[in-house]
């Protein structure tokens, strides 16, 4: 449902989605809404939505971060605030943004705005939309998002645009990734030949190439693939990627597989910390639903990057989270690639646990973003790699990227 209000007396589409209680743009402290549900408030007390944001820390990110600045920062910004706000941000903020789709062509101007934000901020290709947010094309330029539930939306030029109105909300497909990661992650051990490919992930391809971790000092591996239907072993296999075996049997459709790599030292993968780090074939119904997206993509008028990225973010919603990779990679083989690009494969990396991968990807995303003068992208890069070092137990650097996630929400904010 469409819920259209006016800030400044300017019409803007999709303010406030059907599932907040609150009106999530701040463009006038000073104005007086009324909002769906008949409730009248100042806008001023919006700025509940930064409290509302730190706490999410970039949708539920990091919590260590977000319970630091939200009391150093925002608990003194609670009092005073009207009763009625502070309880229709507590029940929104129960509610986990969803991905909607992402920016797959952009050719001039688009800014983008987040519940909390007081101002927009440039973005592009590559940018994640989730529920709640807001893209104001420049007037007569074209943008176009791939949403997840496989269609496209044209973004109106010239005014702003609720995501939730031109992207539908979809149940997820695949095993319905939380953002939850094991409470000891593996992957950093680098005296193990820990797997990288395939790793917590669904698959479309019943015989996946295999990698791992080259331990230093090590000329031979075995590799073991277990699971329904299949138990195959290969030894003496020198480099650190295994294409899977033609006489052997394939993946089965719904299986859930395990790769067992060991050296010549005898460190193997199974001392891998993490728990869920194997993977599954997709079943031939889910696999065709796919499958036949992907056909359409492939059909569009659209450029071959703009084709790649439209469908490694499907993959990427429907947990096909090696493949997703795999396609970001191809993207940037080919030159240079905006920030956006290397945020996605950072939060690829870090949901099938490789957080040094996830590190590196997340390190390349914020230098960029500097490059590029884009403010929310440095910040969000700076959220992540505060939650990824803290992870990692590395302090020092999980608080000095912490300091500058909280300097990035705080100038957001103004």
Same mark, same amino acid.
């Given at each position: 449902m469409l819920r259209e209000l006016q800030v400044n007396n300017v019409?803007?589409?999709?303010?406030?989605?059907?599932?907040?209680?609150?009106?999530?743009?701040?463009?006038?402290?000073? #104005?007086?809404?009324?909002?769906?549900?008949?409730?009248?408030?100042?806008?001023?007390?919006? #700025?509940?939505?930064?409290?509302?944001?730190?706490?999410?820390?970039?949708?539920?990110?990091?919590?260590?971060?977000?319970?630091?600045?939200?009391?150093?920062?925002f608990l003194p910004l609670i009092?005073?605030?009207?009763?009625?706000?502070?309880?229709?941000?507590?029940?929104?903020?129960e509610e986990r943004p969803i991905q909607l789709g992402v920016i797959i062509q952009a050719e001039g101007s688009v800014e983008l705005k987040r519940p909390g934000w007081k101002t927009y901020q440039p973005t592009g290709v590559g940018a994640a939309v989730? #529920?709640?947010?807001?893209?104001?094309?420049?007037?007569?330029?074209?943008?176009?998002?791939?949403?997840?539930?496989?269609?496209?939306?044209?973004?109106?030029?010239?005014?702003?645009?609720?995501?939730?109105?031109?992207?539908?909300?979809?149940?997820?497909?695949?095993?319905?990734?939380?953002?939850?990661?094991?409470?000891?992650?593996?992957?950093?051990?680098a005296n193990i030949p820990y797997v990288i490919s395939p790793r917590k992930t669904s698959l479309l391809d019943s015989r996946p190439t295999i990698s791992w971790n080259p331990v230093e000092g090590t000329t031979n591996y075995s590799v073991r693939v277990q699971g329904p239907g299949v138990d195959w072993r290969q030894r003496n296999v020198s480099a650190t990627e295994l294409a899977y075996p033609e006489q052997e049997a394939p993946l089965q459709p719904g299986g859930y597989y395990q790769v067992i790599v060991k050296a010549e030292n005898q460190s193997s993968s199974i001392h891998d910390k993490g728990t869920k780090l194997g993977f599954r074939l997709l079943s031939e119904e889910a696999s065709d639903r796919i499958l036949e997206q992907v056909a359409r993509i492939q059909e569009q008028d659209w450029s071959e990057p703009e084709k790649t990225l439209a469908i490694a973010h499907l993959y990427s919603q429907q947990d096909l989270r090696i493949e997703a990779i795999e396609l970001l990679h191809t993207l940037t083989e080919q030159g240079s690639q905006p920030a956006t690009i290397f945020l996605m494969l950072g939060e690829l990396y870090w949901q099938v646990e490789l957080p040094l991968l996830a590190r590196d990807n997340y390190l390349q995303a914020f230098q960029l973003a500097q490059e590029e003068g884009n403010l929310w992208q440095q910040t969000k890069a700076a959220a992540s790699l505060a939650e990824l070092y803290e992870a990692i137990e590395e302090?020092?650097?999980?608080?000095q990227w912490s300091d500058r996630a909280r300097e990035g929400y705080e100038a957001l904010d103004e």
């Open positions: 019409p803007v589409q999709g303010l406030c989605p059907p599932w907040a209680g609150y009106a999530n743009d701040s463009a006038s402290a000073r #104005t007086v809404e009324r909002l769906g549900t008949g409730t009248l408030f100042p806008r001023k007390s919006l #700025t509940i939505g930064s409290y509302q944001k730190f706490n999410l820390m970039f949708f539920n990110r990091s919590r260590l971060i977000s319970k630091k600045i939200s009391r150093e920062i009092a005073g605030v009207l009763p009625l706000a502070i309880a229709a941000s507590s029940i929104a903020s989730f #529920t709640g947010d807001l893209l104001k094309p420049a007037a007569g330029i074209t943008v176009l998002v791939q949403c997840s539930s496989g269609e496209q939306w044209p973004v109106p030029a010239g005014i702003p645009s609720g995501v939730a109105n031109g992207c539908a909300v979809i149940d997820e497909g695949g095993d319905g990734y939380d953002g939850t990661r094991s409470s000891e992650l593996g992957g950093i051990n302090k020092e650097e999980a608080s």
